[in-house]
Each structure stands twice: as C-alpha cells, then as structure tokens.
C-alpha cells in the first residue's frame, strides 16, 4: 500500500515564489525514481523535474535554473521550490513515485510512474 500526500500550492503572481511538498508512505523499499508533472487545463500532462535513488536530478527546459527537485529519503519527502514562476506555470502540480529500475528516471513519461500525489494548484492571482 502505498500513498503520495502532497502539499503546498496556492496563488501567485509572476515573478514570485512557491514549494511544494510531497510524502510518501509506503512498507516497501527505496523508490528508484520520484518526479513532479503538471497539467493545465486543456493540456497534457508534463514532466517538471524528476529525481532518481541517487539524487540526480533531471529538469524540463521550461523550468531550468527556476525550480529545484529535492528529496529526503529517510522522511521520504519530495520537494518542488518554484521560483520566478511564469505565466506558463500555473497548473496542477501532481508527485508521482515507482520502485522499478527503468526506464531511466529522467527519460520517464508519466504513464511510466505508479503512484500518484491527490494533485494541487497553482494558479495565476494577477
């Protein structure tokens, strides 16, 4: 039994920041890869940032150099800081987490990802 609890979110303008957070409770074993992704409405899910077992993190280009993925293993919390966020941001922000090796966790679409946060918004206050 596994479930992500996620947290976080809420209503900004542009240029400003956000955290989200992520926890995973689960008896199993060390995941081998946790990512964050988000949907807009009317649009498809998208990989934000992933991480993998050892603590490399992979980014999407729209998001390099303003978000930062980080993980604690021992509390199996995933965080997401946002900053500088754009008007291409907003959306609903889902973790996601999956204990197989491959594929590897940066090339990883969502439909490769098992268990999956409630979901939370970020939306635009402008």
């Known amino acids: 039994q596994v479930s992500m609890v996620e947290t976080g979110g809420g209503s900004v303008q542009a240029g400003e920041s956000l955290r989200l957070s992520c926890r995973m409770v689960?008896?199993?074993?060390?995941?081998?890869?946790m990512a964050w992704f988000r949907q807009a409405s009317g649009k498809e899910r998208e990989g934000v940032a992933s991480?993998?077992?050892?603590?490399?993190?992979t980014y999407a280009e729209s998001v390099k150099g303003r978000f930062r993925i980080s993980q604690d293993n021992t509390k199996r919390l995933l965080s997401l800081e946002m900053s500088s966020l754009e008007v291409e941001d907003p959306a609903t922000y889902y973790c996601?987490?999956?204990?197989?090796?491959?594929?590897?966790?940066?090339?990883?679409?969502?439909?490769?990802?098992?268990?999956w946060s409630q979901g939370t918004q970020v939306t635009d206050s402008s």
């Open positions: 689960a008896r199993s074993s060390q995941t081998y890869c």
């Open positions: 991480i993998d077992k050892d603590g490399v993190p």
């Open positions: 996601a987490a999956d204990f197989s090796r491959y594929p590897p966790c940066g090339r990883r679409h969502w439909t490769d990802f098992r268990y």
